[in-house]
């Protein structure tokens, strides 16, 4: 301390003792590192509790490291004192985590009762110094909560405690007021940012609703397909980008944790969010990657003449080729979905005027077996690229979003919330946090790219046509051309069929083809990834029926 008075007087010369206060306060705060730089190879940082003595017991480390504790000591660890801040680490996972076990509300009751009566807040005649010490402290720990969980104060039950808490930190200090009016002020722009999404979310959904109805009506106004609106699949990559990072951009770490509270409770007691979600942005991002496999189906199917079909095809290979380059899984995943979907993969003269090598390669890369073993690789590849980015362009990472929320599924039901002894069981959240603080680091992205409001408008609202449980389909397409048929699935009022047909046998890969022989008609049924249709979507379908149901498993959500 007397080193950095040295320092500031050295500095600045004569300098008033305000001033220098406020520096050595502000030299003195816990420091706020990045996301990426919150937890090390090993899931955590192995180093943040080594000086940091737990007075009130029930927290069990092993070689300095936190592995469990009962919830009332993991609170207290959370609040900090005047010696003591808890590391940015052990805050986001305890508020990613807690609400597995109590509302957001009720913690933030619980942190407010530990800082006024533990540190004697509301107490008039308390030491000022004390006072001056804690209070940054715990203004520093409410921005954190409301920088990295801001959806959490819709509940205003938050928003009060919030409000009341802070109030007891800037009475007095002209300081912490300015602070206090910051950190709500900027809750507050994104909590309205949020409600502003919603709003453009269901009016994009009213279009396209209605541009649907005006195609069934008026059949004669064809629409026009996606190569008239953008010819260039590079640009067309590059607007899916878009897309992709402003709705990854919006969705909360903790809306991973609510879908697993919603399917399983903890200990089968009743649901902390067995009241109505606060969000579902996640929900939404998965209906928009369907949504783009549906339309690159409904594009595909859309045109009479067979070249111009094998020509959309192609188009698709070069748009998710470039979506692989720029980093961005979750749209190569759709568009390699919606191409092996039932009414394009049985296309057999169309694929036949199809140069499907860069296909074949694409599809190699996101190949399933080994669960996704060539995708996990790429997808290192480019998080390791985005950590020594030189441009913005590298550092862009969107995985493959439904295999990111079974890998997160799987871990959280393959360990227990809690041990035999009743601690909560940490280490395992300490993985949990790693693979939400990595979606974060992606999520935080800016697109460097233009947008063309004319291309996102096509994407986001052109009617597109999913499943239709219609029994009288076959008997209606029997008899048709391979292609009449496929564009009566796809003719207005009706939708695809993702469903195999009759007799269709399971799609191989490659490398399997070559024991089919020459026969151009075997080789037509082996195109596209080692699963039935419509197992593309494997991550979804294998979760989604459980634990998303606003989403469904037919992917009735278009």
């Known amino acids: 301390m007397e080193n950095l008075v040295e320092d500031v007087l050295k500095k600045d010369g004569e300098v008033s003792v305000e001033i220098m206060l406020e520096r050595i306060e502000k030299e003195s705060m816990p420091q706020t590192p990045p996301f990426s730089a919150m937890f090390d190879s090993s899931g955590y940082n192995r180093n943040l509790y080594q000086s940091a003595e737990d007075s009130c017991g029930g927290l069990y480390y092993h070689d300095n490291n936190l592995l469990s504790g009962s919830l009332e000591a993991l609170i207290q660890h959370l609040v900090p004192n005047v010696d003591y801040y808890p590391d940015r680490t052990y805050i986001f996972t305890f508020l990613l985590s807690s609400r597995l076990f109590m509302h957001p509300y009720e913690l933030m009751a619980k942190v407010c009762h530990l800082c006024v009566e533990h540190q004697r807040l509301s107490d008039p005649n308390s030491d000022k110094n004390q006072i001056r010490k804690i209070a940054p402290k715990i203004l520093q720990l409410l921005t954190e909560w409301t920088e990295t969980f801001p959806y959490d104060f819709r509940d205003e039950r938050m928003m009060r405690n919030l409000k009341d808490l802070a109030h007891r930190i800037a009475s007095g200090e002209e300081t912490y007021r300015k602070n206090v009016q910051q950190m709500i002020q900027c809750l507050i722009r994104k909590l309205a940012a949020l409600s502003q999404y919603e709003e453009v979310l269901a009016k994009i959904s009213s279009t396209s609703t209605d541009r649907l109805t005006v195609l069934k009506t008026k059949p004669q106004s064809i629409q026009r397909d996606i190569i008239t609106v953008c010819s260039d699949p590079y640009t067309l990559a590059q607007q899916l980008t878009h897309i992709e990072l402003e709705r990854l951009n919006y969705i909360g770490p903790e809306e991973f944790v609510q879908a697993f509270v919603q399917k399983d409770p903890l200990d089968n007691d009743k649901s902390c969010y067995s009241e109505r979600k606060k969000t579902r942005n996640l929900e939404a ?274």
């Not at 074949?360 to 996704?372: A, C, G, K, T, Y």
């Not at 697109?447 to 408008?457: G, H, N, S, T, W």
Request: aromatic content about 10%.
């Open 285 to 558: 991002y998965v209906e928009w990657f369907n949504r783009l496999s549906y339309l690159v189906a409904t594009e595909i199917c859309m045109p009479v003449k067979k070249k111009h079909r094998a020509r959309m095809i192609e188009y698709f290979i070069d748009v998710a080729r470039e979506c692989f380059n720029i980093g961005n899984f979750n749209s190569l995943m759709a568009i390699i979905s919606g191409m092996n979907m039932s009414p394009v993969s049985r296309l057999k003269k169309t694929w036949a005027k199809v140069k499907t090598a860069k296909f074949d390669v694409l599809e190699h890369q996101m190949d399933p077996s080994s669960n996704f073993y060539n995708y996990r690789t790429a997808l290192r590849g480019a998080a390791q690229r985005s950590l020594t980015a030189h441009s913005s362009r590298e550092k862009i990472v969107i995985p493959f979003f439904s295999l990111l929320i079974k890998d997160i599924y799987f871990l959280n039901e393959g360990c227990a919330n809690r041990l035999p002894n009743g601690h909560v069981n940490f280490e395992k959240f300490w993985e949990l946090a790693k693979q939400v603080s990595e979606f974060m680091t992606w999520k935080q992205v800016e697109c460097p790219f233009e947008r063309d409001r004319k291309i996102l408008q096509h994407l986001l609202t052109v009617p597109v046509f999913s499943e239709d449980g219609s029994p009288t389909r076959k008997e209606t397409s029997k008899g048709m051309d391979q292609s009449c048929e496929c564009r009566y699935l796809l003719s207005f009022g009706c939708k695809c069929s993702l469903k195999p047909s009759p007799g269709r046998p399971v799609r191989k890969r490659k490398d399997q083809r070559k024991e089919q022989g020459n026969n151009s008609e075997e080789r037509e049924n082996c195109r596209g990834l080692d699963l039935p249709i419509p197992s593309a979507f494997i991550a979804d379908d294998c979760i989604a029926g459980e634990m998303l149901p606003p989403c469904g498993r037919s992917g009735k959500m278009l």
